[in-house]
């Protein structure tokens, strides 16, 4: 169950962040609104997620895969397209979220 808390605020936190851009400093209604309930909802199953997990390996894999989903949502929505030096970056953080993962005995399994 902490896992489907974890990847709850990953998604919400990744939606609230696809839409700020779309508030345009928050003069937009409903966008605003999105970004608002998905932070709430972001660290309402964030919170719930640390009751299980340690702070530092939530963040990273919360941080990690929010940044390549984030990366990839610019890319499709927002025509971002990033350089291969950030591609290489975002691989090393997949790789480090998989090594947390996998290795980590302070990680849950």
Known sequence: MVYLY?????????????????????????PSVIVVVGYGLAFYFLGLTLKHLPIGITYAIWAGLGIILL???????????????????????????VVIQVFSKTSAH
Do not use: R, Y
């Open 6 to 30: 974890l990847g709850l605020a990953i998604f919400f936190e990744v939606v609230a962040t696809s839409f700020l851009k779309l508030t345009e400093g928050f003069t937009n209604l409903w």
């Open 71 to 97: 990366a990839i949502i610019g890319m499709v929505f927002f025509k971002q397209v990033p350089d291969m030096a950030a591609w290489i970056g975002m691989a090393l953080i997949l790789a480090g979220v």
